[in-house]
């Protein structure tokens, strides 16, 4: 079956601009989670949601969001971009949110100039 | 704030040479998992554990966890060019089942 897909795979962004990632999870997982990984950071956790409902929220800040709908299928947006929002940006997926198999995507290259 | 500490955070090798990953918390895990990730892609699940004490085998990796299910392990005999990689451990908490905490990664090259 296919694996977790993520759009689009590279970006190029301005300073103050906004950006929406999708994430499509592996059909029948329910719960989606979203990652940030800089070479400083490391992976780090951003949000995660099941069901349409946010269940938990990594420590960033408000100018990035997400939903998930009714087919699982998530977006995470952030706005007013910044240089240090230069990231991998990484979705996975689970089938029924309890974390113990996390599928990744291949992420979302951003990059603010 | 549990944190999630591995080591080592380099590793070169040569081929035919044995190396092992630790991952360590101060606190107790409820899960525990280990991913490989290439350049530019997304990190690829190898193995859960969930038991204390438990011991895993995937070919030549062998994944062990502590006994007090705050420690993990990760050893690899007689690497080859394609081990190599980032290695990142990720645990979650009783409580915070729903958020996967990711130790900073062992970049491991393995060369001829």
């Known amino acids: 079956k296919a694996g977790v897909t993520q759009t689009p795979r590279y970006l190029i962004k301005t300073r103050g601009q906004q950006v929406t990632l999708s994430c499509s999870p592996i059909?029948?997982?329910?719960?989606v989670s979203w990652y940030q990984q800089t070479p400083g950071q490391g992976l780090q956790f951003l949000f995660e949601?099941?069901?349409?409902?946010?269940?938990n929220k990594g420590n960033f800040p408000g100018r990035f969001s997400g939903r998930q709908f009714s087919n699982s299928r998530s977006e995470m947006n952030v706005s007013t971009l910044e240089l240090g929002d230069s990231a991998l940006y990484l979705c996975?997926?689970?089938?029924?949110?309890?974390?113990?198999?996390?599928?990744f995507g291949q992420g979302t290259r951003l990059t603010v100039v | 704030t549990q944190l999630l500490e591995q080591s080592p955070q380099f590793l070169s090798i040569q081929e035919g040479e044995n190396l092992t990953v630790y991952c360590n918390s101060s606190?107790?895990?409820?899960?525990l998992q280990w991913y490989r990730q290439e350049p530019g892609e997304g990190p690829v699940l190898l193995v859960t554990?969930?038991?204390?004490?438990e011991v895993k085998k995937l070919k030549r990796l062998t994944f062990q966890f502590g006994d007090a299910r705050k420690d993990s392990s990760l050893h690899i005999t007689a690497a080859q060019p394609g081990d190599t990689g980032l290695y990142l451990c990720?645990?979650?908490?009783?409580?915070?089942?729903?958020?996967?905490?990711f130790g900073t990664g062992t970049r491991l090259q393995v060369t001829l």
């Open positions: 554990v969930v038991t204390g004490g």
């Open positions: 059909s029948g997982h329910r719960s």
């Open positions: 990720a645990g979650a908490w009783s409580g915070t089942a729903s958020k996967l905490t």
């Open positions: 606190s107790v895990f409820s899960s």
């Open positions: 996975a997926s689970s089938l029924a949110g309890s974390w113990t198999e996390a599928f």
């Open positions: 949601y099941f069901s349409e409902t946010q269940r």
